[in-house]
């Protein structure tokens, strides 16, 4: 295939992983990144002597990582050095708090604590989790997701029930745990993540296997470590990158992408991978008539959550901190409603803090602490104003401040936020979304938008807004499921 070349737009996770892949089947790789660095979303901001991802910030699934890198022969550690947290997280209830072990055992004496009989309970659940982080993974995560006689396989056939798509994961959680705070911290990876507990497939308790079993990781350096090692083994394969170049169209002649414009050049391709958000690729590079789905088609699709984020750097150090904070004292299912049935700013909202210079001394000034405070927000927002920013800022602070019994916004010597119209503004994201669609049964595999276009013969998509979802293991993952159906195209 050296005779064959193919322009991705965009260098998030997804992008990287199609490039590597692409390259390492002897494909000429061009990546055209709009911004100054690879990464997409997981960029990296330093400032002041403070550096932040401003992305993804857990890292799960290791093996999805272990896996991708062993694709080119190299493993994990030929990139960057991995530590497990332990604790995983901290939970900050109404009246305390619960630190989540990385070890088993302890996890299981915490879940007796709280509620007597459940880690037994646990057991059997995980036993579940795990047939279907396995079976999840291997049949149906690194499918393309264009037909359903992909999925009529035998052991996908046999499994279908054991995977329960057909149930909803928040009455699976409750058949096996009652007490409220044991519900929660079961549901929280899916409502950050995707959807209301009650809208999703039980299938996604399998992010309960990936968080318990798996682990929570930290890459030293920050997740920019990852986005550093894939654009270097993507380099190692001969990918060619142009940063701060925009994408402005798509030039289509008979059916097929011709030529790829930018704001600096003109490219000629075999093949296209969109990496970029798919709406922002069919609605403002193709012309119209080769737009695969209609305006009504994207404003019926459930988002997944924006976010509305602080990096915020400390001239001190907190007295008991944890890399991760998770704060579950307000109304879990109110703040839940106002991100996926009935859009609007919160009233009181769950919140997230991670403070990464408890784990690596690089990210801050001697004496310093990092932060990064996360809301989870509807996607689509209106009125993301300074003011409006400051006033969630002064109260999710103080909130933290009467937990942890000292004081925060005092020692406050940097920050920054982002939030709905910056994803707009930085990453082209449809209404302003951080993490895509929502992990809905009416959008799960074949009823994702479809990873090749169904109007322009060579163009593909990858991402999260196509299959098989949002997360970082998953955007790895589109990249190798679209590079596949690339080269199959082609053969």
């Known amino acids: 295939?050296?005779?064959?070349?193919?322009?991705?737009?965009?260098?998030?996770?997804?992008?990287?992983?199609?490039?590597?892949?692409?390259?390492?089947?002897?494909?000429?790789?061009?990546?055209?990144e709009k911004n100054s660095t690879a990464g997409g979303r997981a960029k990296q901001l330093k400032e002041n002597g403070f550096t932040f991802d401003m992305g993804p910030s857990f890292y799960w699934m290791p093996d999805v990582f272990e896996r991708f890198f062993s694709r080119f022969g190299k493993k994990v550690s030929d990139y960057y050095q991995l530590d497990r947290l332990d604790p995983s997280y901290r939970i900050y209830w109404q009246d305390n708090f619960s630190d989540v072990p990385a070890d088993f055992t302890a996890l299981k004496k915490l879940f007796e604590s709280i509620e007597p009989g459940s880690s037994a309970r646990l057991e059997k659940y995980l036993e579940g989790a795990a047939y279907k982080y396995e079976t999840g993974i291997n049949n149906l995560v690194y499918k393309p997701g264009r037909s359903l006689t992909e999925f009529m396989d035998w052991q996908t056939?046999?499994?279908?029930?054991?995977?329960?798509?057909?149930?909803?994961?928040?009455?699976?959680?409750?058949?096996?745990?009652?007490?409220?705070?044991?519900r929660q911290l079961m549901e929280f990876p899916i409502l950050f993540l995707?959807?209301?507990?009650?809208?999703?497939?039980?299938?996604?308790?399998?992010?309960?296997?990936?968080?318990?079993?798996?682990?929570?990781?930290y890459p030293q350096g920050g997740m920019y470590a990852v986005t550093a090692g894939m654009h270097r083994l993507a380099e190692e394969l001969g990918?060619?990158?142009?940063?701060?170049?925009?994408?402005?169209?798509?030039?289509?002649?008979?059916?097929?992408?011709?030529?790829?414009?930018?704001?600096?050049?003109?490219?000629?391709a075999d093949a296209v991978i969109s990496a970029a958000d798919y709406h922002f690729t069919e609605k403002k590079l193709l012309p119209p008539g080769y737009q695969s789905y209609s305006d009504a088609y994207w404003?019926?699709?459930v988002m997944a959550p924006s976010c509305l984020m602080y990096y915020v750097g400390l001239n001190k150090k907190l007295k008991q901190p944890v890399h991760h904070s998770l704060f579950f004292d307000v109304s879990f299912d109110d703040h839940g409603k106002e991100i996926y049935e009935n859009p609007q700013w919160p009233a009181e909202p769950l919140f997230y803090v991670s403070v990464s210079s408890i784990t690596d001394e690089s990210v801050a000034p001697p004496g310093c602490e990092n932060m990064v405070f996360l809301v989870p927000v509807a996607s689509g927002l209106t009125g993301d104003t300074?003011?409006?920013?400051?006033?969630?800022?002064?109260?999710?602070?103080?909130?933290?401040?009467k937990h942890i019994g000292e004081s925060i916004l005092d020692a406050v010597i940097y920050k920054k936020t982002f939030s709905v119209s910056d994803f707009v503004h930085d990453y082209n994201s449809f209404r302003g979304n951080a993490?895509?669609?929502?992990?809905?049964?009416?959008?799960?595999?074949?009823?994702?938008?479809?990873?090749?276009?169904?109007?322009v013969k060579n163009l593909f998509y990858t991402g999260q807004l196509t299959v098989p979802g949002p997360g970082v293991p998953p955007s790895l993952?589109?990249?190798?499921?679209?590079?596949?159906?690339?080269?199959?195209?082609?053969?």
Request: glycine fraction near 8%; proline fraction near 3%.
């Open 386 to 401: 300074e003011a409006l920013r400051e006033k969630y800022f002064q109260a999710i602070v103080r909130r933290m401040e």
């Open 239 to 268: 990918v060619t990158f142009k940063f701060n170049e925009n994408v402005t169209g798509i030039v289509v002649d008979q059916g097929s992408a011709r030529k790829i414009v930018t704001d600096k050049n003109t490219y000629h």
């Open 435 to 455: 993490y895509g669609l929502a992990n809905t049964l009416r959008q799960t595999a074949i009823f994702r938008p479809s990873c090749k276009s169904k109007k």
């Open 194 to 217: 995707g959807a209301l507990p009650g809208n999703t497939p039980a299938l996604y308790s399998l992010m309960n296997y990936a968080d318990i079993k798996g682990g929570t990781w």
């Open 157 to 182: 056939i046999r499994g279908i029930f054991k995977l329960q798509i057909f149930t909803p994961v928040r009455k699976h959680i409750q058949k096996y745990f009652q007490h409220p705070k044991l």
């Open 477 to 491: 993952i589109s990249g190798e499921v679209v590079a596949k159906q690339v080269i199959k195209t082609f053969q």
């Open 299 to 301: 404003e019926s699709r």
């Open 1 to 32: 295939m050296a005779d064959k070349s193919v322009i991705i737009i965009g260098s998030g996770f997804a992008g990287l992983s199609a490039a590597s892949f692409m390259a390492r089947e002897g494909w000429s790789v061009t990546v055209i």
